[in-house]
Structure formats: structure tokens, C-alpha cells
């Protein structure tokens, strides 16, 4: 980019320290690819074509990052060429480690997708769960249009991180905490110091490659990678030029000790809903709040406006007599399902309470892998139990008691007695809470949030809270400048196997109108991936209601309060 910004628009501004320039431009690059440069830097690399010979082994030094660590190493740098959402794509991927301070602590394994024919940006990717593995560089943003390029395939310079710890293979997939048993392992996951060494050592490489800094430096990420991409806004507020943060865990220690609290109600005799009686459930809040938008669609639009009562399912004299009823104890697990949790305690992170899931309001409990599972939590926790009880177990033992075994169960959320001045010390790290954004904004820093009104793993009250914060904070106006926030009726966690809608909307195509020409988001249009049909994208607090003609598309429905 050159000129004169647009009003509006982001002001470009020096992204790594002069010192590091000269650094980089000192350092001798080996073996130009054989593309044709399209443009020229003033170090002689070409500003399009990544020189990817002189990468492999390079070192990467310790001053490159803002954060310690004693520096990190180019392991390997190779051009590959793959199919990319459908288009053949050339790049340099580059595999690096970026070595720990602390001898005992897992170095950070990151990776660089460096495209030909580059178009002077770059995107990192977030994480999941625990992480412990480096994202998919070829990857989509979370809800991400079917119809569009990926970022690597619209020739981004693509980059993310393990965040410093790699998961055992013998672990289901995200769900290995055991690296939380090192202080800077935990510390690079959860405070999201990881996160800014990878950026700054990937824009170091990046440099390197091309001989020019990104124009543009972008973020996206959901779950935990949404939580990072809400700290990367709060930490380092002029690291990134725009962030989409979708679904995110950002209050993690919260929503554990809520967690944690229903492993404990669901591990109780004849407490859990098995399969068949999440079916019931789902299918009688679909039928009772459905058509409360105006139309039947198989989508509750609008979640605050279901109260849907489990009493109604309530089994004669509240014994289990069946899958067509709901016993006391199941009506007891899914109202405490669907409350807020509430500790009677203070913690340092300043977090009362986390708001409950909607299962009340349109979300499944049965969602694959995801969901709630299909067996109760017990000791030791079963892998068909909920995704969110095994990633509370592993908390306990890695993050919190520090012994491998030590029963997740026999800590008690509203009662942790000698473990409490651990939680409130390890919310400061997980809870990452801090509602100023304003110096992000005032950055010219742009954030897109989204979360699917029917998640079962990460609440999007919890976002809403969130959103609410920051703009009591700085006002609606100045959120106003910088800040969108959309909740997509019928859309789970991630899209993960079957929702009422899986949202599509080419967020990042929003963003870089946004943050480079000034034009933020006007009337959106979100797709449905599965169902072929689509739906205005309305700003929180509004959701579409059904006004008239084909309840398929978009143009039938109005955003309202």
C-alpha cells in the first residue's frame, strides 16, 4: 500500500525495530527461486518472490522477539507446490523452533507458508483446546466462505506456532495439558507469550524471504485461537492490523470451574442424558422456539426469546422410565447445564461467575467428539465423555494439582480449599479479561467477532459479555470505530458436524476492506454450507426474523432488536 491512507483506514506503521532491519538486510540470503521478481526492495530480494534457499538454517536471534527466549533455528525451508482450496499454489514452507529460556521447558515448533507472486500480507492462524500442534497453514478463517480462496490461496504469507508445547500422539486430539506442568510452557499457552514470539520471528523470516515487511498483519483464530486473538488485541496492541476472533474461549479459567462444577452434577446416579435424551431435548426446544422468527426453519433466530421449560419433559413422578421422558435428577443436570455457575469466592482475575451453555435455547448436546458426549464423567474421566470434562481433567492435573493423578472429580469448583489460591493465581494467566481495547483502536487496529448463537462448547454469552464490557467501557461510539460483533443463529461450535447452520461469510475479505480502505461492514450476508440458504448477518444484539417471500434467502428476513 501507498498514498494517502483513506479516512478510516489503518496508517501504516514500522513493525519491526530499525535495529532488526538492519539485522536482517546484514544477513546474507542464499539461491533466488526461479520466478520472475514483479517488483524490486531495496535489499535486492524480490518483493513478491520468497528466497527460500537462503532460509534453511538461518538463525534466528533473540532480539528478533520482544519476549525472552535465547533465540530459534530454520529446521528446514523447501518450495512445495499443492492444491489449495482448489488452486495450485507455489510457496516456501519454512519449519522453525524457537528455543525456551527455561532448559526443561518444549521449545516452540512454528511454521511459514511463504508464497510466489505474494501480495504483501500476512496472516496468523490460532490454535484449539489445548494446541499443541501447529494449525493447518492451507487452512480457512473460522466460518470462512466455501466460495472464496483460503488465505494462502489469495497468496498470504501464512504463518502460526504450537504454542510451545507438542501434544502426545497417544492424546485425543488438543487434549494434552501435560506441558502445564512447566511454568514457561503454561505461560506461553495461556498468557499468549507464544503467540507474540511466533509473530515476531515469523515477520523476522518473512523479511528475510522478501526483503520488505507485510503491508498488512492479520489474526484469526476460534475457540482457544479466538481467546488468542482477543489477547493479541490486549497485550500487543499494535502487532496485528486486524483480528477475526470467533467463538472464543477468553475467560478459560471460568469456564472450567463451570466446567468442572458439571462433571461433578453430571457424574451423580442417573444425572446424565444419554444419547437418546439429548435427541428429546433438542428436538423439543426446536419445536418449541423454532418458529418464534416467523418461520420453520430449524433454527431458533432468536435464542433470548426461548424459555424452554425441561419440566414439560419431566417423567411420571420424576423416576427414568424411559428415552421419552426426562427423570429429576436429568432436569436437575440440564438446568444446571444451562445457568450460570456462580463461585462463592474471590479470584484475582476478578471473574464471578460464567454464564451457562444454550441448551435451552437451541444448541445440541450431541455434537461429535465436541458435545457433551455420550457417557457420564466418572474417574477416570472416559474418553466418550464431554470434550469440555476431559480438558477440565486435564487441567486438574497438569495446570492445578500438578500431579498426573489426581482425580478431576475430587476438586470441587464452589469448594477448592487448598487449591484456591491456585485457581486465582492461574486465572490471571487464563483469564484474559482486559476490556480497554483502546489502544488497539486507537492503533487503527480493526476486530471482527463472531460466535454461533447454538454453541455447545464455549458459550456465547460469555462473548456477549465480553462485548458488553468493551463498550461500556469506551462508549458505543468509540467501540463503534474499530468493533463488530455478530452471533449466527443456528451455527455450533466450529461448524463441527452437523448444526442447524454452518456459517459461511468471508470475514477476512470484511476485515481488509476495513482496516485498508476505511469501509467497515455494511449489511453482511452469512451463508448456510449444509442447507443452501442464507441469512443477514446482524450485529448483537439483533437477530433475523422471517418478514416474507423465499425463507432460503437473506433478502426475506430483517435484522431486529
Known amino acids: 500500500m501507498s498514498g494517502t491512507p483513506v479516512e478510516g483506514a489503518r496508517t501504516r506503521r514500522s513493525i519491526v525495530p530499525s535495529a532488526l532491519l538492519l539485522l536482517a538486510c546484514a544477513i546474507p540470503v542464499l539461491g533466488a527461486e526461479p520466478v520472475a521478481a514483479s517488483t524490486s526492495s531495496v535489499t535486492g530480494h524480490s518483493a513478491t518472490v520468497p528466497q527460500c534457499a537462503g532460509l534453511d538454517g538461518t538463525r534466528i536471534p533473540a532480539s528478533a522477539m520482544t519476549l525472552p527466549t535465547t533465540g530459534g533455528r530454520v529446521e528446514s525451508a523447501s518450495v512445495t507446490t499443492s492444491q489449495v482450496g482448489g488452486e495450485t499454489i507455489t510457496y516456501c514452507q519454512v519449519d522453525a523452533e524457537l528455543f525456551p529460556v527455561d532448559p526443561a521447558a518444549p521449545a516452540i515448533r512454528m511454521r511459514a507458508d511463504l508464497p510466489y507472486d505474494w501480495n504483501g500480507k500476512a496472516m496468523m492462524f490460532g490454535g484449539g483446546g489445548f494446541n499443541g500442534t501447529i494449525p493447518d497453514l492451507a487452512e480457512n478463517v473460522p466460518f470462512g466462505p466455501t466460495d472464496r480462496p483460503v488465505p494462502l490461496a489469495r497468496h498470504y504469507a501464512t504463518f502460526a506456532g504450537d504454542s510451545g508445547h507438542r501434544q502426545s500422539p497417544a492424546a485425543p486430539p488438543s487434549l494434552d495439558g501435560s506441558f502445564g506442568a512447566n511454568d514457561e510452557a503454561l505461560n506461553n499457552f495461556a498468557a499468549g507469550d507464544a503467540l507474540k514470539k511466533t509473530?515476531?520471528?515469523?515477520?523476522?523470516?518473512?523479511?528475510?524471504?522478501?526483503?520488505?515487511?507485510?503491508?498488512?498483519?492479520?489474526?484469526?483464530?476460534?475457540?482457544?485461537?479466538?481467546?488468542?486473538?482477543?489477547?493479541?488485541?490486549?497485550?500487543?496492541?499494535?502487532?496485528?492490523?486486524?483480528?477475526?476472533?470467533?467463538?472464543?474461549?477468553?475467560?478459560?479459567?471460568?469456564?472450567?470451574?463451570?466446567?468442572?462444577?458439571?462433571?461433578?452434577?453430571?457424574?451423580?446416579?442417573?444425572?446424565?442424558?444419554?444419547?437418546?435424551?439429548?435427541?428429546?431435548?433438542?428436538?423439543?426446544?426446536?419445536?418449541?422456539?423454532?418458529?418464534?422468527?416467523?418461520?420453520?426453519?430449524?433454527?431458533?433466530?432468536?435464542?433470548?426469546?426461548?424459555?424452554?421449560?425441561?419440566?414439560?419433559?419431566?417423567?411420571?413422578?420424576?423416576?427414568?422410565?424411559?428415552?421419552?421422558?426426562?427423570s429429576d435428577p436429568q432436569i436437575g443436570a440440564v438446568l444446571a447445564m444451562s445457568s450460570p455457575f456462580r463461585w462463592p469466592y474471590r479470584i484475582a482475575s476478578g471473574e464471578t461467575s460464567y454464564p451457562g451453555f444454550p441448551f435451552l435455547a437451541g444448541a445440541d448436546m450431541r455434537t461429535p467428539f465436541l458435545g457433551f458426549g455420550t457417557t457420564?464423567?466418572?474417574?477416570?474421566?472416559?474418553?466418550?465423555?464431554?470434550?469440555?470434562?476431559?480438558?477440565?481433567?486435564?487441567?486438574?492435573?497438569?495446570?492445578?494439582?500438578?500431579?498426573?493423578?489426581?482425580?478431576?472429580?475430587?476438586?470441587?469448583?464452589?469448594?477448592?480449599?487448598?487449591?484456591?489460591?491456585?485457581?486465582?493465581?492461574?486465572?490471571?494467566?487464563?483469564?484474559?479479561?482486559?476490556?480497554?481495547?483502546?489502544?488497539?483502536?486507537?492503533?487503527?487496529?480493526?476486530?471482527?467477532?463472531?460466535?454461533?448463537?447454538?454453541?455447545?462448547?464455549?458459550?456465547?454469552?460469555?462473548?456477549?459479555?465480553?462485548?458488553?464490557?468493551?463498550?461500556?467501557?469506551?462508549?458505543?461510539?468509540?467501540?463503534?470505530?474499530?468493533?463488530?460483533?455478530?452471533?449466527?443463529?443456528?451455527?455450533?461450535?466450529?461448524?463441527?458436524?452437523?448444526?442447524?447452520?454452518?456459517?459461511?461469510?468471508?470475514?477476512?475479505?470484511?476485515?481488509?476492506?476495513?482496516t485498508e480502505q476505511g469501509q467497515a461492514p455494511a449489511n453482511p450476508i452469512v451463508s448456510d454450507a449444509l442447507h443452501q440458504r442464507t441469512r443477514p448477518l446482524c450485529a448483537y444484539p439483533n437477530w433475523p426474523r422471517y418478514r416474507t417471500g423465499d425463507a432460503d434467502e437473506a433478502a426475506s428476513f430483517v435484522c431486529t432488536p
Do not use: M
Open 376 to 514: 457420564a464423567p466418572a474417574d477416570p474421566i472416559p474418553a466418550t465423555s464431554g470434550y469440555g470434562f476431559q480438558y477440565w481433567d486435564q487441567w486438574v492435573k497438569y495446570f492445578l494439582t500438578r500431579d498426573p493423578h489426581h482425580s478431576a472429580l475430587d476438586v470441587d469448583p464452589r469448594h477448592p480449599g487448598r487449591w484456591l489460591d491456585r485457581i486465582s493465581h492461574l486465572s490471571t494467566v487464563e483469564d484474559r479479561n482486559d476490556a480497554d481495547l483502546g489502544p488497539f483502536a486507537r492503533a487503527g487496529g480493526k476486530l471482527i467477532l463472531l460466535h454461533g448463537a447454538a454453541d455447545e462448547l464455549v458459550s456465547p454469552l460469555s462473548t456477549s459479555d465480553y462485548y458488553e464490557r468493551v463498550r461500556g467501557l469506551l462508549g458505543p461510539g468509540e467501540a463503534g470505530t474499530f468493533l463488530r460483533y455478530y452471533v449466527v443463529p443456528g451455527a455450533n461450535h466450529a461448524n463441527f458436524g452437523s448444526p442447524a447452520f454452518a456459517a459461511a461469510w468471508d470475514s477476512l475479505s470484511a476485515l481488509e476492506h476495513w
Open 199 to 326: 509473530r515476531d520471528a515469523s515477520l523476522f523470516l518473512i523479511r528475510h524471504a522478501y526483503g520488505t515487511n507485510p503491508a498488512e498483519v492479520y489474526f484469526s483464530g476460534g475457540s482457544t485461537g479466538g481467546r488468542e486473538g482477543l489477547v493479541v488485541a490486549q497485550r500487543w496492541p499494535e502487532a496485528f492490523d486486524g483480528v477475526i476472533s470467533a467463538f472464543p474461549a477468553w475467560n478459560n479459567l471460568s469456564e472450567g470451574l463451570d466446567l468442572g462444577y458439571l462433571a461433578q452434577v453430571l457424574s451423580r446416579p442417573g444425572a446424565f442424558p444419554g444419547p437418546e435424551k439429548q435427541t428429546l431435548l433438542y428436538d423439543s426446544v426446536i419445536a418449541a422456539c423454532d418458529r418464534l422468527d416467523g418461520v420453520e426453519d430449524g433454527v431458533v433466530s432468536n435464542p433470548s426469546g426461548c424459555r424452554f421449560d425441561p419440566h414439560t419433559l419431566r417423567c411420571p413422578q420424576g423416576a427414568d422410565t424411559g428415552p421419552h421422558c426426562l
